[in-house]
C-alpha cells in the first residue's frame, strides 16, 4: 500500500492541528492517506501547491464533517446506535474521525472505488463493500439505523439522484435516519437559469476517473430535494440545515417516520472564518502583532476568536465590532456585529518563520474550531499581498471612474459646442448681430 501521507511523517500545520484536537499520541488516530486519494490532489491544486496546507485543510475539513454528522447521530441516537453506513465513504477522510465514536464492527463504509473500500478495511478495522455507479448493481444485504452520505448528491444527474434517494431509503431501519449534503444553487455567482424541476446537472467534476455523465456537479433546491424525498419515501421528515457542512453544502436530515420534532437537533455549523488584516502596528514595537478580521456561524452561535501560537494562547478577541457590510453579505442583520480584532504580544524569541499560528473559532458549546495555520511570516505576507491586491483594485476603480467623469465632461462641452455653433447658425442670433453691427454703426454702443 502506498501512501501518499504516512501516520511518521512531521508537517507542522498537520502536527499543530492534531496538538490542539488533542489527537496527538496515544489517540488512536489513523493519519495514514492512500496516494490514490483525489480529494488530497484535489486541496493541493486549491493551495496553489502547498502540501502543508492542503494536508491541514484534509483533515481538519474530514473533523469538522465528522462533527457535524455525529451531532445528528447523537440527537437520533442518545443512548447509542446500531449500524452506521457511511456511503460514498471515498479513501477515509470522514472515516477516520467516525471510528473514534463509533465501533468499527458497527460501521461500514462503501464507495466505487474498490481500493478505497479495501484501504479504509484495513486502516480502520470498517466493513467495506465495494458500491456501483448504477443503484439497481448494489448489493448491500445490512439494513442500517444510520446512513450518512457526503457528496454524492453534489454530483448526481436527476433521475440518478432519486434512484440513489430510493436505494438509500430501502437500507434503513424503520425510524433510522439518512443525512446528506447538497449543493444550492444560491452557490453559483452569478447563478445562471435553474430549470423548472429545481435541479441543475453540468458534466464537469474534480474527479479524474469517474465518467462527468455519471459524477459531474449538481445543484438543487429546497423544492427539489423535498419532493424528490416525498416521491421515493413519502412518510419521511425532512430537516435542512443551510450550509450545514463546512460552510457550504446544505445538509438535509431524513428520518423514516412522520412528523418528527427537528427542534432538538441543536445543530452547531461550522464558523465562518476570515481574516483580513495581520500586521505589525506602528509605534508599539515590533514584538506585538495586530489581527483583525470577521467571524460568523448560521447555526448555533460563537464566542470568540482565538489566536493560538505553538500550543500557547495568545489572545481571545471578542467577536462585537459592527460590520453591517457583513450582514449585508450574508443577508442576515443578526450579523451585524461580527467583526473581531486586537493587538497583542509575540513571545521572546518567537521564530516568525518556523513558529505555527492557530487561528480559531469558539462556539457557543465551547467547541474551538481550529480554521486557519500558518506562521507568522506568512500570514504577514499573505495579508500584505492582500492589502497590495486591495490597493490596485482601488487604483483600477478609480481610474475607471476618473475616465468615465473626463468622459462624461468632454460629452458635455462637445454638446455645448453643438448648442453654440446651433445658436450662432440661427436665423434670431444672426439677427441679434445685424442689430449690435447697427448699433455700434450709429454709435449707441461701445460694445465689441
Not at 465632461?409 to 444672426?430: C, D, N, T, V
Request: charged residues 25%; negative net charge.
Amino acid at each position: 500500500m502506498s501512501l501518499s501521507y504516512r501516520p511518521d511523517e512531521t508537517s507542522p500545520f498537520v502536527r499543530a492541528f492534531l496538538d490542539d484536537r488533542g489527537l496527538s499520541g496515544s489517540s488512536g488516530l489513523d493519519l495514514a492517506i492512500d496516494e490514490r486519494d483525489e480529494m488530497l490532489g484535489f486541496l493541493v491544486d486549491g493551495m496553489e501547491g502547498d502540501r502543508d496546507k492542503a494536508l491541514f485543510a484534509y483533515f481538519r475539513s474530514g473533523l469538522s464533517i465528522a462533527d457535524a454528522l455525529l451531532q445528528v447521530l447523537r440527537w437520533r441516537y442518545p443512548d447509542g446506535m446500531g449500524n452506521v453506513l457511511d456511503f460514498a465513504s471515498g479513501y477515509g477522510r470522514i472515516t477516520r474521525f467516525l471510528v473514534r465514536e463509533i465501533q468499527p464492527e458497527s460501521l461500514w463504509v462503501a464507495d466505487v472505488y474498490a481500493e478505497g473500500v479495501r484501504f479504509q478495511e484495513e486502516r480502520f478495522g470498517v466493513h467495506g463493500v465495494v458500491s456501483t455507479v448504477r443503484p439497481e448493481d448494489l448489493v448491500l444485504g445490512e439494513t442500517f439505523d444510520a446512513i450518512l452520505v457526503t457528496s454524492l448528491f453534489t454530483h448526481l444527474p436527476g433521475e440518478r439522484f432519486l434512484a440513489w434517494l430510493r436505494m438509500l431509503f430501502g437500507r434503513l431501519n424503520p425510524g433510522g435516519v439518512l443525512a446528506f449534503s447538497t449543493h444550492d444553487p444560491s452557490l453559483l455567482v452569478p447563478c445562471p437559469p435553474i430549470p423548472e424541476s429545481g435541479l441543475l446537472f453540468q458534466e464537469i467534476s474534480e474527479s479524474g476517473s469517474l465518467d462527468t455523465s455519471d459524477y459531474g456537479s449538481t445543484w438543487v433546491t429546497e423544492t427539489f430535494v423535498r419532493g424528490a424525498v416525498a416521491r421515493v419515501a413519502p412518510s419521511a421528515s425532512v430537516h435542512r440545515l443551510e450550509r450545514g457542512l463546512c460552510n457550504y453544502q446544505d445538509l438535509y436530515v431524513a428520518v423514516l417516520e412522520p412528523g418528527v420534532d427537528f427542534s432538538g437537533l441543536r445543530y452547531t455549523g461550522e464558523p465562518h472564518l476570515f481574516l483580513e488584516h495581520c500586521g505589525v502596528p506602528g509605534g508599539v514595537g515590533p514584538d506585538r502583532l495586530q489581527m483583525s478580521g470577521w467571524a460568523a456561524v448560521r447555526s448555533g452561535g460563537i464566542e470568540a476568536v482565538e489566536v493560538i501560537l505553538d500550543g500557547r494562547l495568545l489572545a481571545e478577541l471578542p467577536i462585537v465590532h459592527p460590520r453591517p457590510d457583513v450582514a449585508a453579505l450574508l443577508g442576515e442583520p443578526r450579523y451585524l456585529h461580527s467583526g473581531w480584532g486586537g493587538i497583542f504580544a509575540l513571545p521572546p524569541g518567537t521564530s516568525r518563520g518556523s513558529s505555527v499560528l492557530l487561528i480559531r473559532v469558539r462556539d457557543g458549546r465551547g467547541v474551538s474550531h481550529p480554521l486557519r495555520a500558518g506562521s507568522v511570516e506568512s500570514l504577514l505576507l499573505e495579508s500584505a499581498r492582500k492589502d497590495v491586491s486591495v490597493l490596485h483594485h482601488d487604483l483600477k476603480t478609480a481610474g475607471e471612474r476618473l475616465a468615465e467623469v473626463e468622459a462624461h465632461a468632454e460629452a458635455e462641452i462637445e454638446g455645448l459646442r453643438a448648442r453654440i455653433a446651433a445658436m450662432e447658425s440661427s436665423r434670431f442670433w444672426k439677427m441679434r448681430n445685424a442689430w449690435f453691427r447697427l448699433k455700434r454703426g450709429v454709435g449707441l454702443t461701445h460694445e465689441d
